[in-house]
């Protein structure tokens, strides 16, 4: 019943083809339409869900204190030496210039520095440096001999050597539009380029949060105006090469084209914004999109070889490749969907979309594409056989002689291979996903070697009352933190209010070094502070460190070379710190930033090693249910679990290190590699009930009517998932080329493993069955 239930709807498609072609082309059209809504955001928060429990602590420290929107222009004169009148009056220009940037609320750089001093009974404070190019060789000196000496300045605004100094530009912009973050980007490296242009003799780099948020949105951009040709050009080689065929090169890059618009026209009716990880999707759907298609033709072609008319070889194509494309499309979709439990909404964005677009594809697959091929002139030549064919042929000979061999050594090699996962660490640097090509990350690497650092961990520490930040003994304990904290490895900068407060006392006592120590008593401290915040010129007050009522200051480090799992480490042994040493009400979790990308990755594994395990009982459940063999759907878990604990392992043993990107490889490939399997197995089965074939035959049986389809799939697969490595974001990249490991394990296995499983569990079952 259900082969007639199959030639009927097969018929039927034939028969209203031009129906359902117009059908086809009224769905693009629709779904096409609202590309036009598409939008590329920038904002690296969006790998953030508002769940995250860091993003919450985050939130309440920047509405608390400041958020951290900043640009760095990093001045570097080539001689290599900033405490000039020449390169000290750039800087001081530079400074006043930033003030200029779009949404500037704070400046800072050696220059402007309120620099305190006693004067009689009188506490001066003022620019470290004013009317630079007017000073002596004795003031240049002097400033220098302060500069270096200043906590609050070294490896954070000049180096201890001097050789390179930063201008500080703090933003804060509404958030209202996507255009902000450009447009403060194209005003900060138009200001660069004009220093550049009359300073020569100075490299001037431009860095900060915003723009690498901004480069974010530029590599998105990028992405997709380089990667998509290059995998169209690719896709259109491999099957050109492969089949050898205009029309199947033709057809098959229309239904690319069509999945595409509508994965992506979806995506902008759902009022999606793409970022750097979502932007991959128009590429991987472009390589899904591509199985259905070959394996449609490749079996019209085979049987009009073998001498059957076309309308027939369409008819019968469509017979034994309904279900079988059916279940591949609907266990991809099944795994890119898994990606909704992913703590990074991009990676939702982008399982959404591309499940979108593998739909897409099966729809026009089966809707469009046959009546297509019913208009379209095919020749195949009789009795010919491809290259392809002879070799799958010949390795289904091979596999069917060396059974136990084979089997065991698959067997070995996957246990050998998957022990590598043992080695892997869950890390990550997301400045380090930007790549080397990009000055953006050119900046960021020069910044670290010669400046400061790109981590930054901060602490609201509470004294418990209001009025209590002055109180001697929560100072004492900043202090005592600042101290510990600038003993740890890679901490090249501490911000804490005891720098002021011990250097406003040290100005009250004429500048005596003696005294550069915090107060005796709450209420020096308090009138201290008061008295040098009225002193304070606009912008430069000290609400970047102490709250309003001043009952906590915000404390923070700088953290240079490092990584996610060194950052989680040094929070964890700072609380203990706390925890061990500070009042109560002071204990609390570091946070910035920094600490939620050290966080996500590890949250984001565990979370999809969920999801790949849900959509994993959900595939195998459909697979018993489609192949009505409760042994085999369990047999078939085998061949395509192998495949991914593989490429981890391979993974582990090479590079060693798992970060975001590499964190919904499980579930994104459980789905494809499935494929591969399902169409092995269904002609297996298909010659064994309908024509009556053994195991051997059957396997001879599947090689030659899918063996060529399999392998041209995963030349395009693994093709397509390499073309991501060209990306300019490291996430993509390392995500497109494990990817591909993965595929081209699952090939192998499918080719070498399967095969022999299958004769195996054939041959115990007839042993029982004799028994």
Sequence with gaps: MKGIASIDLSTWIIKHRLWLMFASILILLTTAFGAQFLTINNDTRVFF????????????????????QSIIFIIAPKNGNIFTPEKLAVIEKMTKRAWQVPYSRRVDSITNFQHTYASEDDLIVGD???????????????IKQIALAE?????????PSGHVSSVFVNCLYPGESLKEVPDITAFSRDLTAEFREQYPDIDIYLFGTIPVDNAFGEISLDDMQNLIPFMYLTLIIIIGLSLRSVTVMFTTFLIILMSVATGMGMAGWLGVSLTTASIAAPTIIMTLA??????????VYQLMREGTKKHDAIVESLRVNLQPIFLTSATTAIGFLSMNFSDAPPFRDLGNIVAIGVIAALVYSVAFLPPLLRILPLRAKQKFIPKGSQCCSWLASFVIRRCDIIFWSSLIMILLLSAGMMRIEFNDNFVHYLGERYDIRQAANFYEQNLSGSDVIEYSLQSGEAGGISEPEYLATVEAFANWYSQQLKVVHVSAITDTIKRLNKNMHGDDEAYHRIPESRELAAQYLLLYEMSLPFGLDLNNQINVDKSATKFTAIIRDTSTKEIRELDERAREWLQNNAPIEMFTYGSGLSVIWAHISERNIQNMLGAAFGALVLISLILIFALKSVRLGLLSLLPNLAPAFMAFGIWGITVGEVGLGLSVVVAMTLGIIVDDTIHFISKYLRAHREQGMGPEEGIIYAFHTVGTAMWVTTAALVAGFLVLTLSGFRMNAEMGLLSAITILLALVLDFLFLPTVLMKSYKQRKKVADS
């Design 49 to 68: 869900s508002d769940k995250n429990p860091q993003l919450k602590a985050l939130d309440i420290l920047e509405n608390t204190y400041s958020k951290d």
């Design 128 to 142: 470290l440096a004013e009317n630079a190019e007017q000073l002596s060789q004795e003031e240049i000196s002097r």
């Design 151 to 159: 906590p609050m300045l070294i490896n954070r605004l000049v180096s």
């Design 290 to 299: 591509v199985a259905n298609s070959v394996h449609l033709q490749s079996t």
